[in-house]
């Protein structure tokens, strides 16, 4: 059996694997990172521009996202624009659209005006756009298909030009593992087609089994998308977690209908991403609607069933499962939107179920313009915390202080993909007693709004 040794290894070749690597290649004095990929090229799975919004998640439109949080959120959004720009990745990947969050109805809108009210000092470009405004730049918002006017009070809150939004997390996955292998004096090799299927603690390092090859490693860092998890749980951490894995699916539509982003306001009570509509940079800037929102018994979307098995060992289910789902489906807007989603999948109903919804964007929305988007959509990991037996909807890290950490990286994992990886190369450097360069990397990434 091969071996072959490293101080750090990334096993997982998506945005936040490649982050991490271009980090640890640039801001560090490590010698040699290898990184890890299952399949025949980076970033196919979540990251891909067909699994995602494309859209750079800032806080600013997100209304789930608290104030605290949108602090957060837009600190790390911002390295992401930071190092588009250092590399001259403007309008090649990453682009700026017209973007808002619209409230429909007297309740909707009074929230959305308190809300601004709060963000506009975090946020200072945000505009409130009222209706004889969304007439001029939005106009599908507003009238019908008989070109009335809509009914219900409608307000905008957003920002015309200028900030950017939307970006191809796919092609700035490969930019930056590209990006590391120019750094000098460090080894950066990328092994594809490397399933890995065990992990061993071997005295101080780690042994990664990938076929008939062992690799090992001082530090091993896991971005696997939900598999992450099921590694884990495999070396008996993180045992108190289980993996609920969300499919979104979405409609393209068959012309440019929106101008921009569009969101909406975010129900309370449910736990995913209301539905909004968003320029497809990978088709032409038709509008593109979801996500919908499916539990699905399985790790991976469109690579068969052969991790159904995976989904099994990794939701770990038991009484404390039971309790979660039941508390969840006992509350009557998460039961009839559970359903609701499903429905969304079945054929010949979905296209005339999911239209409804997304009227309540574009009134004038007809059937011919819109068709299910097959192949779009992947997997998030919500996971579930059977010690609370809660559902958890941020980020996860499992870091048992071995030399090994385990992240799951839901919305907004992509966009918090350079931020999430300063902190790992923070703990690595710590732990192997290397160096962070943080002036360079603060010089580079951080913007201090």
């Not at 800032?58 to 608290?66: H, K, P």
Request: proline content about 3%; glycine content about 8%.
């Amino acid at each position: 059996m091969k071996s072959k040794h490293y101080e750090v290894l990334v096993i997982g070749g998506g945005i936040s694997g490649a982050a991490l690597f271009y980090e640890l290649a640039k801001y560090t004095n490590i010698k040699s990172i290898a990184l890890l990929e299952k399949y025949e090229s980076l970033a196919t799975l979540n990251s891909k521009g067909t699994s995602n919004s494309q859209t750079i998640h800032c806080g600013d439109i997100e209304t789930n996202y608290t104030l605290e949080k949108a602090k957060i959120v837009k600190k790390t959004a911002k390295m992401v624009e930071k190092y588009c720009l250092q590399y001259n990745y403007q309008n090649k990947f990453m682009f700026a659209h017209q973007k808002m969050v619209i409230g429909i109805g007297d309740e909707e809108v009074a929230y959305l005006r308190k809300r601004y009210e709060n963000f506009k000092e975090l946020f200072p470009y945000l505009k409130v756009f009222e209706k004889d405004k969304l007439k001029e730049i939005e106009p599908k918002l507003i009238f019908d298909e008989n070109g009335n006017e809509r009914a219900e009070s409608v307000v905008g809150v957003g920002v015309k030009s200028g900030e950017w939004s939307t970006i191809d997390f796919g092609k700035m996955a490969k930019s930056l593992v590209q990006n590391a292998h120019l750094q000098e004096g460090v080894i950066t090799d990328i092994f594809l087609n490397s399933q890995v299927t065990n992990i061993k603690q071997i005295g101080k390092i780690h042994e990664v089994e990938v076929g008939d090859t062992t690799y090992t490693a001082d530090f091993v860092v896991v971005n696997a998308g939900a598999h992450s998890l099921y590694l884990a749980h495999k070396m008996g951490h993180g045992t108190h977690f289980g993996c609920l894995p969300m499919a979104g699916s979405f409609y393209t539509t068959t012309k440019k209908i929106l101008n921009g982003k569009v969101y909406m306001v975010q129900h309370p009570k449910l736990p995913f991403a209301a539905l909004h509509g968003d320029p497809d940079i990978l088709l032409n800037e038709f509008t593109r609607f979801g996500p919908t929102a499916l539990v699905l018994p399985k790790l991976e979307r469109y690579h068969g069933n052969s991790t159904i098995i995976d989904f099994i060992k990794t939701l770990r289910f038991d009484s404390n499962v039971v309790k979660i789902f039941w508390n969840l489906l006992r509350d009557k807007d998460i039961r009839n939107y559970t359903i609701r989603n499903f429905m969304f999948e079945i054929p010949y109903i979905n296209k005339r179920l999911f239209i409804q919804d997304a009227r309540k964007i574009v009134p004038s929305l007809k059937l011919d313009d819109i068709e299910y988007a097959d192949g779009f959509g992947g997997v998030r990991p919500q996971v579930l915390n059977k010690k609370n037996k809660k559902l958890m909807l941020g980020e996860v890290s499992i870091n048992p202080e071995t030399g090994i950490i385990f992240n799951m990286t839901p919305s907004p994992g992509a966009t918090s993909c350079l931020g999430n990886a300063q902190r790992d190369v923070k703990l690595v450097c710590k732990y192997l007693n290397k160096r962070f360069k943080q002036k360079e990397f603060d010089s580079d990434l951080v913007d201090n709004f």
